[in-house]
């Protein structure tokens, strides 16, 4: 039931501050994340790992990128991404130490499923599955699982599983980071536990987000950019965008616009930007800079740290201060909700996109 909703999706994206605290329940106690959440022998198998290799399609392997630059950074061993329909085709070499996680909402995905059993052919430590739907072919056939429990998700724009997953994976990472000495786990579960409230406070931008979803209903084109954890956010953003929208998004990590991208720039491409503060933070502005010199139109997701000169070029919206680390999943919800606003006003069908079903269960 959408109840006052006029769309699932947006009902879905309004959830998410419930939908965090309710990832969260039972999960941690005194700031301390709780190991057999992930089974009950979670804790011999996290102590083997020296690596970790996720698989996942679209939207959650967006979330598994996200999970990459986290464990690199807080855990310090290394994290491998790929999407499924490559990885289950390709010739993949498993390095000793390895955990296998599988990222899913509805855990039928066919080429993520097949994938794992691949996968099962070689010497990983152990699969875990990180899913929304517990029962699923995917949790039935991993070793460990944890679901990210929020609810059922309707809208094929995949939105609160998302976000539900990157909560799931930041205590994936807690736990692995603590045997490899991660310090303050106590303040990243802090963290976590003002991420619902931040995330209210987030959609109470709704107003002047739909104001500027107006700029792109006549655009067939579209870029996003971001830098660090904000890149697939960014990379998230667009496939929102061109799911419901029909247009033409992408994504580039700021760093690579000299080298092509830059070219695509001018006043009928609009440049979504998302900018948290971050050590990076400095660098992207001068990656904005260059895109307003070439007349291009910029949209900006920041906070009160970013130094931008205002001018008819600039659209910005400025979020509250968030946790650096934290920060991929605060951002993610401003890019919904400026998807779902440009769909309404193009007339789309926010909730079936054509040629898309929600769960892709044949290759
Ligand atoms: O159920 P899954 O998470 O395995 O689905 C993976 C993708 O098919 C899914 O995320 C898809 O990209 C969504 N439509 C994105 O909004």
Same mark, same amino acid.
């Given at each position: 039931?959408?109840?006052?909703?006029?769309?699932?999706?947006?009902?879905?994206?309004?959830?998410?501050?419930?939908?965090?605290?309710?990832v969260?329940?039972?999960?941690?106690?005194?700031?301390?994340?709780?190991?057999?959440?992930?089974? +009950?022998?979670?804790? @011999?198998?996290?102590?083997?790992?020296?690596?970790?290799?996720?698989?996942?399609?679209?939207?959650?392997?967006?979330?598994?990128?996200?999970?990459?630059?986290?464990?690199?950074?807080?855990?310090?061993?290394?994290?491998?991404?790929?999407?499924?329909?490559?990885?289950? $085709?390709?010739?993949?070499?498993?390095?000793?130490?390895?955990?296998?996680?599988?990222l899913s909402?509805?855990?039928e995905?066919?080429?993520?499923?097949?994938?794992?059993?691949?996968?099962?052919?070689?010497? $990983?430590?152990?699969?875990?599955?990180?899913?929304?739907?517990?029962?699923?072919?995917?949790?039935?056939?991993?070793?460990?699982?944890?679901?990210?429990?929020?609810?059922?998700?309707?809208?094929?724009?995949?939105?609160?599983?998302?976000?539900?997953?990157?909560?799931?994976?930041?205590?994936?990472?807690?736990?692995?980071?603590?045997?490899?000495?991660?310090?303050?786990e106590?303040?990243?579960?802090?963290?976590?536990?003002?991420?619902?409230?931040?995330?209210?406070?987030?959609?109470?931008?709704?107003?002047?987000?739909?104001?500027?979803?107006?700029?792109?209903?006549?655009?067939?084109?579209?870029?996003?950019?971001?830098?660090?954890?904000?890149? !697939?956010? @960014?990379?998230?953003?667009a496939?929102?965008?061109?799911?419901? +929208?029909?247009?033409?998004?992408?994504?580039?990590?700021?760093?690579?616009?000299?080298?092509?991208?830059?070219?695509?720039?001018?006043?009928?491409? !609009?440049?979504?930007?998302?900018?948290?503060?971050?050590?990076?933070?400095?660098?992207?502005?001068?990656?904005?800079?260059?895109?307003?010199?070439?007349?291009?139109?910029?949209?900006?997701?920041?906070?009160?740290?970013?130094?931008?000169?205002?001018?008819?070029?600039?659209?910005?919206?400025?979020?509250?201060?968030?946790?650096?680390?934290?920060?991929?999943?605060?951002?993610?919800?401003?890019?919904?909700l400026?998807?779902?606003?440009?769909?309404?006003?193009?007339?789309?069908?926010?909730?079936?996109?054509?040629?898309?079903?929600?769960?892709?269960?044949?290759?």
């Amino acid at each position: 039931d959408k109840g006052e909703y006029r769309h699932y999706m947006l009902k879905e994206i309004y959830e998410q501050p419930q939908v965090i605290r309710n990832v969260l329940e039972g999960r941690i106690h005194h700031g301390h994340v709780l190991e057999q959440v992930f089974g +009950s022998d979670a804790s @011999a198998v996290f102590d083997q790992v020296k690596a970790v290799q996720i698989v996942a399609c679209g939207t959650s392997y967006n979330a598994g990128v996200v999970a990459r630059y986290w464990i690199e950074k807080l855990v310090g061993i290394p994290c491998m991404v790929e999407v499924a329909s490559e990885f289950r $085709y390709r010739k993949t070499v498993c390095m000793p130490g390895t955990l296998f996680i599988t990222l899913s909402q509805s855990g039928e995905t066919a080429d993520t499923l097949s994938a794992l059993r691949e996968a099962k052919e070689q010497d $990983y430590v152990a699969f875990l599955s990180i899913c929304n739907v517990a029962g699923s072919s995917l949790v039935r056939e991993s070793d460990l699982a944890i679901m990210t429990n929020a609810g059922p998700e309707i809208g094929v724009a995949s939105t609160k599983a998302f976000t539900s997953q990157l909560v799931v994976l930041m205590l994936t990472t807690l736990v692995l980071g603590r045997r490899y000495g991660l310090e303050g786990e106590a303040d990243f579960v802090a963290q976590l536990e003002q991420l619902a409230g931040l995330t209210e406070q987030v959609l109470t931008l709704d107003s002047q987000i739909q104001k500027m979803a107006e700029h792109f209903v006549d655009k067939h084109h579209a870029l996003f950019l971001g830098r660090g954890t904000i890149y !697939p956010v @960014a990379v998230e953003g667009a496939l929102k965008l061109k799911e419901i +929208s029909y247009i033409h998004a992408e994504a580039y990590p700021a760093g690579e616009l000299k080298h092509g991208p830059l070219a695509l720039v001018d006043e009928d491409m !609009p440049v979504v930007a998302v900018a948290p503060n971050n050590s990076l933070l400095e660098k992207l502005q001068a990656n904005l800079e260059e895109v307003r010199a070439r007349g291009g139109k910029l949209f900006l997701f920041a906070d009160s740290k970013a130094q931008v000169k205002p001018g008819d070029d600039l659209e910005l919206i400025t979020l509250p201060d968030v946790p650096t680390v934290m920060a991929p999943i605060i951002y993610s919800i401003p890019l919904q909700l400026l998807a779902y606003y440009v769909a309404v006003l193009k007339g789309t069908d926010v909730d079936q996109p054509r040629n898309l079903a929600k769960s892709v269960t044949v290759e």
